[in-house]
């Protein structure tokens, strides 16, 4: 089972948002994800309403061996930036 983490888009067609997910890597875009560890919303104003994530299990993923995308992980430095 090779798990990684990335986007799951959901909401309406001109105001989309995302859910941080860890998903199974054959899975496709709708698939049920294992668990849900924060979301994305790219309509907000500052960085800290944009981007929700539960570090810890993000953390706890890595550790296991998911695979985070690299959009994902581009989202994750920005954060590590604001901090």
Known sequence: MAVVLRLQRHGKKVQPSYR??????????????????????????????KIKVNIERYNYWLKVGAKPSSTLESLINKIKEQV
């Not at 496709?28 to 924060?38: F, L, M, N, S, V």
């Open 20 to 49: 941080i997910v860890a998903i199974e890597k054959s899975k496709g875009p709708k698939g049920k994800p294992i668990e849900i560890i924060g979301s994305y919303n790219p309509k907000a104003e500052k960085v800290k309403e």
